[in-house]
């Protein structure tokens, strides 16, 4: 269980975060929607502890990962693996290696130094790659490759942790339609078929109703919304988004590769 509860976050004057609380009980997919600056990026940055709270508590299975120093943080960032929008990955590095880099905060220095990984190592790795769908990539550097499959990369490397829970901030937010389906369609099977917790900032209401068991809006640093995305109505959209915001209700619940969807989805967030 995760207890995100009475979370702010300030920078001087400013709250990104405003009091946020929330309890996922279970496995779920879950994602946080909202405008640029609504505070998605830092919660989930809290979350992972690659920022630090002003005030409150993130419990997960009881403990307090606020709390956490040294070591027992390090683990917690293992058990907690965070994918970017801009994928994160070592461009001149090969795809296989740059999953394996998951594995560091497990590994010894003299290890990473050298650049050392059992067989065992190497070999998780390859059927990680190959479950994503981009085995044959793996010798390849990573800046070779496209935005979708590098991201299926940063995927593979946070699955090399074999975390409980994975935060996605943005993970299509660069692509195009069809790799943002593939991306979303990868995460939504991790979810599935591991029983892991996925929590992704997304831009789009579309994306949103499509993937998710339960969507949480943010607004101005504030949760505005936290329900089914069955619920996410055109008022519900403009406590998210302002009241200035316009779409077109139909046009949110086709396929994300439907390009009327994605123009009416970059209304809202213009």
């Known amino acids: ?41 830092t919660l989930l940055r809290m979350m992972n502890r690659l920022t630090d709270a002003s005030s409150g508590e993130i419990r997960f299975e009881g403990q307090n990962v606020l709390t956490l120093q040294g070591a027992a943080k390090r683990a917690w960032q ?6 970017f929008q801009q994928f994160n990955l070592v461009p001149r590095m090969d795809v296989a290696s740059n999953v394996l880099h998951g594995m560091l ?8 130094m050298f ?5 065992a190592d190497i070999t998780r790795a390859l059927e990680i790659l190959d479950r994503l769908g981009i085995v044959e990539q793996a010798p390849k550097r ?3 490759l496209s935005g979708g499959q590098q991201q299926r990369v940063a995927i593979a490397r946070a699955l090399m942790q074999d975390p409980k829970v994975i935060l996605a901030d943005e993970p299509i937010a660069s692509l195009d339609p069809m790799n943002a389906q593939v991306v979303m369609d990868t995460l939504r099977r991790i979810h599935e078929e591991d029983g892991r917790m996925v929590i992704a900032n997304l831009h789009t209401l579309d994306t949103a109703r499509r993937y998710c068991d339960r969507v949480i ?27 200035d915001a316009s779409f077109n209700e139909a046009a949110t619940s086709t396929a994300i590769t439907q ?12």
């Open 142 to 144: 990573a800046e070779a």
């Open 1 to 41: 269980m995760l207890q995100v509860s009475n979370v702010t976050r300030m920078f001087g004057q400013k709250s990104a975060v405003d009091n946020a609380s929330f309890v996922i009980e279970k496995s779920a997919f879950v994602g946080i929607i909202g405008r640029s600056g609504a505070g998605k990026s």
């Open 259 to 270: 390009p009327d969807a994605a123009y009416a989805e970059a209304m809202l967030v213009d």
């Open 217 to 243: 809006g943010m607004r101005d640093g504030r949760i505005v919304f936290d329900g089914t995305p069955a619920q996410l109505s055109t008022g519900v959209a403009r406590d998210i988004y302002g009241a």
């Open 115 to 119: 650049n050392l990984w059992s067989d």
């Open 78 to 83: 293992g058990q907690c693996a965070m994918i």
């Open 105 to 112: 905060n497990k590994r010894s220095t003299l290890q990473t």
